[in-house]
C-alpha cells in the first residue's frame, strides 16, 4: 500500500532464537489516526501512552512488541513506554507523541528496553512495503498463525487500499478491543470520522469475539490513513463513498475476527452463534454472550455432543426473555429443538455428524421478539488447560 512500510524482527523479548517479537509500522506522512482501547481498570502503560496519542487524531508510527506486557510496572512502565516512541520517533523523524506503542504478553515483568531500542533501531533498516506479514508474526504470543486481511473499495472513484493485522488467542472477551490489531488504509478522512467509522466497526465486529469470556490489560485496535488514495476527504457517514470504506473496513475486521476465534487457545473449532427473535438487542447479544461464554457449551461442542439442554439452561439462567413453545435450537443447521420439545434422536445424530466439521454454526430463535445478535468463539479442549496452567512456567 502506498505511504506505508512495515517490519517485524527479533529482539530478544522473547527467548528463542530467531522469533520475531517487535513490528513497526510507518506512515511516510503524518496519518489521521482512530483507535479504541480496553476498558478495564488494570491496563498496560503501552496503553496509557497510546490513548494520549489517539486524542491528537495523527500519527507516523506503531511499534509494537509481544513476549511482555509492560503491565502492572508503575513509573518504570510509565517510562519504558515513552522510552519506545521517543526511540522510534527519533529512528523516523518524528514526535514521540506521534508514535502509538504496544506490548502484549507477561504481566508484571519489565521490558528489557536495551533490547527493545536495539530492535526497533533493526526495525527501523528493514522497513518495506511488503513487510506487513513480519510485522503480524512479530506481534504472536500463543496464536498459532499470523492474521491478516486486507479489502479494497471504490471511494469518490478512487481506489481505496484496507490492510490490518491482528493477534489473540487467549484471555480474549472483547471490552472495546480484545487484543491487537493494527489497520492501515490510504483513504482520506478526518479524525473524527475515523474515529466513528472504527467504533462502528469494531462493535460489530472485534467486540463480537469471546475465548474464554476475559478482557486484556493491553487491548488496542489502531487505525492509521495516510490519505494517498486522494479521494475527497470523508468527513461524515454521509460523505460520498463513506458507506463503501465502512463496509470495506468491516470486511477486514470481520475476517480477523474469525481469525481471532478460530486460533482461540486450544481450539479445535470455529463457532458462530447466532441469536434471532430477542425481546430487544442487548438481550440478543446477551444471550450470545451467554452461549459463547458457557464451559458447558463450549466443552460439548469439542465432545461433538448436540446438548441443546445446555444451551438452553445458559440462556434461562441469564433471564433472558423467551417463548418457550416458539423457541427453535439449531446445530449446524439441524433443529434439535423445536416447539417447545426435542426433535428426537434422528436429529441429534445428524447434528453431531456436523459437529465433526471445523466451523460450527449455533442458532437459537428466542420467539421474544425481533432483535439479533452475532457472537464468534471456539470450544473449550484440553490444551486451553495445558496452555494456561504453564503460561508462566
Avoid at 530467531?18 to 506522512?29: H, K, M, N, R, T
Avoid at 506503542?101 to 504481566?107: F, K, Y
Avoid at 498459532?144 to 493485522?165: D, M, P, Q, W
Amino acid at each position: 500500500m502506498p505511504g506505508f512500510r512495515y517490519a517485524g524482527v527479533h529482539c530478544g523479548v522473547k527467548a528463542q532464537r530467531g522469533e520475531l517479537d517487535l513490528a513497526l509500522i510507518e506512515s511516510e506522512v503524518p496519518a489521521t489516526a482512530a483507535a479504541v482501547f480496553t476498558r478495564s481498570t488494570v491496563v498496560g502503560a503501552p496503553v496509557e501512552w497510546s490513548r494520549q496519542c489517539a486524542k491528537a487524531g495523527k500519527a507516523r508510527a506503531i511499534v509494537a512488541n509481544s513476549g511482555c506486557s509492560n503491565v502492572a510496572m508503575g513509573a518504570r512502565g510509565r517510562r519504558d513506554a515513552e522510552a519506545m516512541a521517543a526511540a522510534t520517533a527519533k529512528t523516523l523523524g518524528c514526535k514521540a507523541k506521534e508514535v502509538f506503542v504496544a506490548s502484549t504478553g507477561v504481566i508484571g515483568e519489565p521490558l528489557p528496553m536495551a533490547k527493545i531500542r536495539a530492535g526497533i533501531r533493526s526495525a527501523s533498516q528493514g522497513l518495506d512495503s511488503g513487510g506487513l506479514r513480519d510485522a503480524g508474526e512479530a506481534i504472536r504470543t500463543t496464536d498459532t498463525f499470523a492474521k491478516l486481511a486486507s479489502e479494497r473499495a471504490i471511494v469518490g472513484r478512487k481506489n481505496v487500499r484496507i490492510a490490518g493485522i491482528a493477534k489473540g488467542s487467549g484471555m480474549i472477551e472483547p471490552d472495546m478491543a480484545t487484543m491487537l490489531s493494527f489497520l492501515v488504509t490510504d483513504v482520506a478522512a478526518t479524525p473524527t470520522y475515523l474515529r466513528g467509522a472504527l467504533k462502528r466497526v469494531a462493535d460489530q465486529t472485534f467486540n463480537r469475539v469471546t475465548v474464554d469470556g476475559e478482557g486484556s490489560t493491553s487491548d488496542s485496535v489502531i487505525l492509521l490513513a495516510n490519505g494517498y488514495a486522494e479521494n475527497a476527504v470523508l468527513r461524515t457517514p454521509k460523505s460520498p463513498g463513506a458507506k463503501r470504506f465502512e463496509a470495506a473496513l468491516f470486511d477486514v475486521a470481520e475476517e480477523l475476527a474469525r481469525m481471532l476465534a478460530r486460533d482461540g487457545e486450544g481450539a479445535t473449532k470455529l463457532v458462530t452463534i447466532d441469536v434471532t427473535g430477542a425481546a430487544n438487542p442487548a438481550e440478543a447479544e446477551r444471550a450470545a454472550r451467554r452461549i459463547a461464554n458457557s464451559m458447558l457449551v463450549k466443552t460439548a461442542i469439542f465432545g461433538r455432543d448436540p446438548n441443546w439442554g445446555r444451551i438452553l439452561q445458559t440462556i434461562g439462567a441469564g433471564r433472558i426473555r423467551l417463548a418457550l413453545p416458539r423457541v427453535e435450537v439449531k446445530l449446524c443447521g439441524v433443529p434439535v429443538f423445536k416447539g417447545g420439545a426435542s426433535a428426537g434422536a434422528a436429529a441429534r445424530k445428524r447434528a453431531e455428524k456436523g459437529l465433526t466439521q471445523d466451523e460450527v454454526e449455533i442458532a437459537v430463535h428466542l420467539g421474544a421478539g425481533r432483535s439479533k445478535a452475532r457472537i464468534w468463539t471456539c470450544d473449550l479442549s484440553y490444551d486451553y488447560v495445558r496452555i494456561n496452567a504453564e503460561y508462566t512456567t
